[in-house]
């Protein structure tokens, strides 16, 4: 079975370990917020209101930090005044699932917001594949403003299932099966989300029924690994990847290539899905912009995708996260928004005031979100 992507996420912490940019360095960027517990995905609501799903402390706490084991300490947070000199962070969800090791955090990652007071969370993992005795593993939740949580739908034993009936299309990660649904994009008619385990794109409809739309294929070294769906100006979906192995390659493995930067978007056409058509979901995903870094997290405007880089190249003071913007004109052209001056950011995600908003640090006990110039 695959390493989950905590895994993957918890190597580049150990490559890094201590290293941070040159305090003498201006940061390209504001904090608004801090404290968060690995935070993951973020989502704007109505009236400017910021989302941030937190995977939690796994069975720790706030005084102990990150503990080994389940708990139910992944939560989502809401910042509101995000132009004023003190913007205010309210929790709205708690006990949410939280599941640690040495490598990292997995719990709620993505994070959706469609209408008035709908948010959308996405669960990691599989209760099936990993028996863990909660019912939220894997689910796709609904949170209210109020914090009532119910669930839309079980992503990842669905997922899960899929990849066992289908262990030709990856025998090492798909034997005897894997799951780890990770970003949602929420539309009027229901929601999307990418399986960072089974490298698929999921189609949830509103009445919670499940399809697989596309399958993200391997990479020359390991899987794809899915991590962001966002909805460009033409109606399509761009789905960002992790790619890691093949991007970081030697620095892993001393076995493996030089580091090379091998993450792709793909572009997925919703309307020439066939969920019923192995072929068509094998087919259906296209690469669109590629040579990129570990991508963790995307948004996108009329003119522009943006993609969080968990680690942006590997240079002599260590590997440093970013953010980059690409046009949909032209998605060979990959502009740098700080210059690698991030710490393992996760989710992006576009502000009413244009801006762009990053989880920072979101593979820490105390991470925070950012604000770029």
């Known amino acids: 079975m695959k390493r989950p992507i905590v895994a993957l996420l918890g190597a580049a912490l150990l490559i890094s370990a201590g290293v941070a940019p040159a305090s003498a360095t201006p940061l390209p960027f504001t904090v608004?917020?801090?404290?968060?517990?690995?935070?993951?995905g973020l989502a704007f609501g109505p009236q400017g209101r910021l989302y941030v799903a937190e995977a939690g402390l796994g069975a720790g706490n706030r005084a102990a930090g990150v503990v080994e084991g389940f708990g139910l300490t992944g939560?989502?947070?809401q910042i509101t005044g995000l132009?004023?000199?003190?913007?205010?962070?309210?929790?709205?969800?708690?006990?949410?699932?939280?599941?640690?090791?040495?490598?990292?955090?997995?719990?709620?990652?993505?994070?959706?917001?469609?209408?008035?007071?709908?948010?959308?969370?996405?669960?990691?993992?599989?209760?099936?594949?990993?028996?863990?005795?909660?019912?939220?593993?894997?689910r796709l939740l609904r949170v209210a403003r109020n914090g009532k949580v119910r669930t839309v739908a079980n992503i990842g034993d669905f997922d899960y299932a899929w990849s066992m009936q289908h262990q030709n299309l990856a025998p090492h990660d798909f034997n005897p099966g894997d799951s780890n649904p990770y970003g949602v994009l929420a539309t009027a008619r229901g929601e999307y989300v990418v399986d960072a385990g089974t490298n698929t794109l999921d189609w949830v409809s509103r009445s919670g029924q499940r399809k697989i739309l596309a399958y993200f294929p391997n990479n020359t070294m390991a899987d794809a690994t899915p991590t962001c769906v966002t909805r460009g100006p033409d109606g399509a979906l761009y789905i960002g990847t992790l790619a890691f192995v093949d991007s970081l390659g030697s620095i892993l493995d001393p076995h493996l290539p030089p580091p090379n930067p091998s993450a792709v978007v793909y572009r997925v056409d919703p309307g020439a899905a066939d969920p019923d058509s192995l072929p068509t979901v094998l087919s259906l995903a296209t690469p669109w912009a590629t040579s990129l870094w570990p991508i963790t997290g995307c948004a996108a405007s009329r003119t522009t995708f943006y993609a969080s880089q968990f680690i942006s190249g590997v240079g002599q003071t260590g590997p440093f996260g970013d953010v980059v913007a690409i046009p949909f004109a032209n998605p060979s052209q990959h502009t740098s928004l700080t210059n690698g001056m991030l710490a393992f950011p996760g989710g992006v995600a576009i502000g009413p005031d244009h801006h762009v908003y990053v989880a920072n640090m979101s593979t820490s006990a105390n991470g925070e979100v950012v604000r770029l110039p």
Request: zero cysteines; charged letters at 10%; a positive charge.
């Open 75 to 77: 939560q989502i947070s």
């Open 83 to 138: 132009r004023s000199s003190s913007p205010r962070v309210r929790v709205i969800a708690t006990k949410l699932p939280s599941a640690a090791n040495s490598d990292g955090v997995i719990g709620p990652s993505g994070i959706a917001t469609q209408g008035e007071g709908n948010i959308f969370v996405q669960i990691g993992l599989s209760q099936q594949q990993t028996g863990i005795p909660n019912n939220e593993i894997g």
């Open 32 to 40: 608004v917020a801090s404290g968060f517990h690995n935070p993951r």
